[in-house]
């Protein structure tokens, strides 16, 4: 399942780095890329809605680690 999302509030290119970095090792997640210019998440998860839920969650969690205002808005 591919899904483009909308990130909030992220300042800084270096840490969006770190979190695409961080975000593509999770188990379940095909790839994911964050582009800083557009402020998007585009993220590709083996499974269906309920497993992109449980990988959104835990990608949260890793921008907030590096960008605590960071918001991924689904």
Do not use: H, W
Request: proline letters at 1%.
């Amino acid at each position: 399942m591919r899904k483009a999302l909308k990130l909030q509030n992220l300042d800084c290119a270096n840490c969006a780095a770190k979190m695409e970095g961080d975000i593509s090792a999770l188990e379940g997640v095909n790839k994911a890329s964050i582009s800083f210019m557009t402020q998007k998440l585009m993220i590709d998860v083996d499974g269906d809605a309920q497993a992109l839920d449980t990988v959104l969650d835990k990608a949260q969690a890793i921008c907030a680690k590096y960008e605590p205002d960071c918001v991924i808005l689904r």
